[in-house]
């Protein structure tokens, strides 16, 4: 007789593998609840936690999470508001608790938006490994420079890994800190000073003082000035320093700071040239990548022409074997089409990603030599390409098409939306993450051409006789069949595709103001049936148009995505008047009301949601018809707003009853300071935090 085998009966070393292997968090909260026996192996297994509750609780930090070791306390509530400070009773006693709560850490993450931070938690894990520092909020102009770095780098000697992407410092801050601690900037192998924060890049002598104090850096990103005009701008004896001091690199990513700015900012009839040159020349891209052996990424994103440069980058592939990622920026002539011999680009037989910014003399040709001289490429990014068609996407995509599953597209002037995804039809059904510009050309000529074609292709496209019509013509013009109904000819997918994207989950839009969302499922994405995420990025001045053209911006349009769950809705590049409008001019309460009206019909369950903004009042708030159009979302259990809201406006978001988590971010620069505005006050967003839990939530 077999004996039947319960899950209780497994050993407990064995129970404690399996829950190792869990990593979704509210799976690992749900099975903590099944049992002491399992509540105890959860709390013991778990290796990664970050806290979200508020400030004012930390003294009931929880001691049970003994084998965390990577903690994140950035998003600790009011999101930003400075951690052990002289507001906090015993900031000394805290730290020590957090210390004994989690002995075993060797990665953290923490918003320090004063120095004080660091000085109390650096000497509670000495054995940090990885740091990641996160602060939007201005440097205070009082304090010495690289004071935000040193208790670090003085308590954590085997530090390994130091990210300040997202931290924002002055330039000088950080050559004296690494300096002043020489055995532990040895020790970094991995430092990102990729600033997102900052309209400053690093000076030339700045990133040669860090490189030289950094010698086995293994993976270093720095944003720099490569404009000759500006004094400490990045040259040709720049970057053979770099090569020099860091001869181990296997990751540099070298971006100018202008590289963050809108893209569709410039002018798109110009020929894709800059007005000034990088000071880079041939022999010092040559001797670049024959000091850096083991580079497998490297991003140079110059924003400023480096011409000619073939007979450098030909020999990228023999100086650098191991590459598999290479993003080029202003880079003219990285290859010479089909028609002649492989050479550049081509000749990296081994590239699994290719990123390449306004090359302005990038052809079709140059596509395809690019398809068959890479033939693992399984990311491809093309920006700013004034002579590239949809003959050329097309056919890269065709070549690559066992590979290829993530495309961007931006920025280019002969693709609009709808040219781009009929390009990218051969790899239809493979495709994971697309990004696409939402410019919609082909189908605003479709309108001047007959104004109503737009509703009565939505309105057909709904009716069941749709698809049935469409199986009956082959070469009629889409005209007639909207005009005159069935007879011989072709469906309207023969001008606007409409098939299955059966992979693609990942889909990220940019669009300008005043433009409409809803032809996107006309142009050929209405089919995607595992679609999760959409993000959305609006940008333009609002300031010039009178109003939106229609009372919603269409997001009611995508719910056809039956499995859209997180949405990422980004209006923080529209830019229009907050408080007082001209005559004649919506303040941004039109706008927002526009950019989320339909918003209640989609079942998100996660949306990051960014506010347009007032750039001469440095204001990103939600205001009353946002905050009652997110209360019309019944399926939400995350919301965080990248901006300030009211109290009482923030009250109405109760009413969703699967809310669970909300917070606001300000994480843009310059992030506000003044704590005493109604927008920002830390009792009131305690006292919704408060309310949000308790209620009850459905699961």
């Known amino acids: 007789m077999v004996k039947h085998c319960h899950l209780y009966d497994l050993p407990d070393i064995i129970l404690s593998i399996i829950f190792s292997l869990v990593i979704d968090t509210r799976t690992r909260n749900a099975m903590s609840l099944v049992s002491l026996k399992w509540y105890l192996l959860e709390r013991s297994t778990r290796t990664s936690l970050t806290l979200r509750g508020n400030i004012r609780d930390l003294i009931f930090l929880p001691t049970c999470f003994q084998a965390v070791t990577n903690l994140d306390l950035s998003f600790l509530s009011p999101w930003g508001h400075p951690l052990l400070d002289e507001s906090f009773p015993n900031p000394t006693l805290l730290a020590q608790l957090f210390g004994k709560a989690f002995p075993s850490l060797v990665s953290f993450t923490a918003y320090a938006r004063y120095p004080i931070t660091l000085n109390h938690l650096a000497p509670q894990w000495p054995n940090l490994r990885h740091v990641k520092l996160i602060r939007w909020h201005q440097r205070l102009p009082t304090a010495p420079l690289g004071s935000d770095f040193l208790p670090l780098l003085e308590h954590c000697r085997s530090l390994s890994s130091l990210d300040l992407s997202h931290f924002y ?84 990513h070298l971006v100018d700071i202008t590289s963050f700015s809108n893209a569709w900012a410039v002018n798109p009839d110009d020929e894709g040239y800059t007005y000034h040159d990088a000071v880079v020349s041939h022999a010092t891209l040559v001797d670049l990548c024959a000091g850096l052996p083991l580079l497998e990424d490297l991003v140079l994103d110059v924003c400023h022409n480096v011409k000619d440069t073939r007979p450098a980058l030909k020999l990228l592939n023999s100086k650098c074997p191991r590459l598999k990622s290479l993003t080029l920026g202003q880079f003219h002539g990285v290859c010479r089409g089909i028609f002649s011999r492989p050479d550049v680009i081509p000749l990296c037989s081994g590239l699994e990603s290719l990123s390449i910014k306004n090359v302005a003399d990038l052809t079709d040709p140059c596509l395809i030599a690019i398809s068959h001289g890479c033939p693992r490429l399984a990311q491809f990014e093309v920006t700013g390409s004034k002579m590239i068609t949809e003959t050329g996407i097309r056919n890269l995509a065709s070549n690559l098409r066992r590979t290829l599953i993530d495309v961007k597209i931006s920025c280019c002037k002969h693709l609009d939306a709808a040219c781009t995804l009929r390009a990218l039809d051969p790899i239809r059904g493979l495709i994971q993450r697309l990004h696409i510009d939402c410019v919609w050309e082909s189908v605003q000529r479709l309108e001047q051409a007959q104004p109503s074609v737009l509703e009565r292709v939505a309105m057909w496209k709904d009716t069941s006789s749709f698809n049935k019509e469409c199986k009956n013509h082959s070469s009629l013009n889409l005209y007639h069949i909207l005009s005159h109904g069935s007879g011989s000819g072709s469906s309207i997918d023969d001008i606007f595709p409409s098939r299955t994207w059966a992979k693609l989950q990942s889909l990220s839009l940019w669009i300008s103001v005043g433009e409409m969302l809803t032809p996107l499922t006309l142009v050929g994405l209405e089919d995607c049936p595992v679609l999760e995420e959409i993000q959305i990025r609006i940008e333009g001045d609002c300031r010039q148009q009178i109003r939106p053209s229609m009372h919603a911006f269409g997001l009611s349009s995508l719910e056809c995505y039956p499995r859209l769950s997180k949405m990422n809705l980004d209006c923080g590049g529209a830019v229009g008047y907050a408080l007082t409008a001209p005559a004649g001019y919506p303040d941004l309460n039109m706008w927002e009301r526009f950019y989320l009206s339909g918003i209640g019909s989609l079942k998100l369950t996660e949306l990051n949601y960014w506010p347009p903004q007032d750039t001469e009042l440095n204001k990103r708030t939600l205001s009353l018809p946002g905050a009652g159009l997110l209360a019309q979302c019944p399926t939400l259990r995350k919301l965080f707003i990248h901006g300030t809201a009211a109290e009482h406006l923030m009250m109405f978001l109760l009413k969703v009853p699967t809310l669970r988590d909300v917070q606001l971010r300000e994480d843009y620069y310059p992030a506000p300071e003044n704590y005493s505005s109604t927008e920002m006050r830390v009792r009131w967003c305690c006292r919704f935090e408060d309310a949000l839990n308790r209620r009850q939530i459905p699961d």
């Open 169 to 252: 410092c002055w330039t000088e801050d950080l050559p004296p800190a690494l300096k002043a601690y020489p055995n532990t900037a040895a020790s970094l192998s991995n430092l990102s000073i990729l600033t997102h924060s900052s309209t400053e890049g690093y000076k030339a002598h700045e990133l040669l003082a860090i490189t030289a104090a950094c010698p086995n850096l293994c993976q270093f990103l720095a944003t720099c000035i490569f404009d000759h005009r500006f004094i400490g701008s990045t040259r040709d004896e720049t970057l053979l320093s770099l090569a020099s001091n860091c001869p181990r690199l296997s990751l540099l």
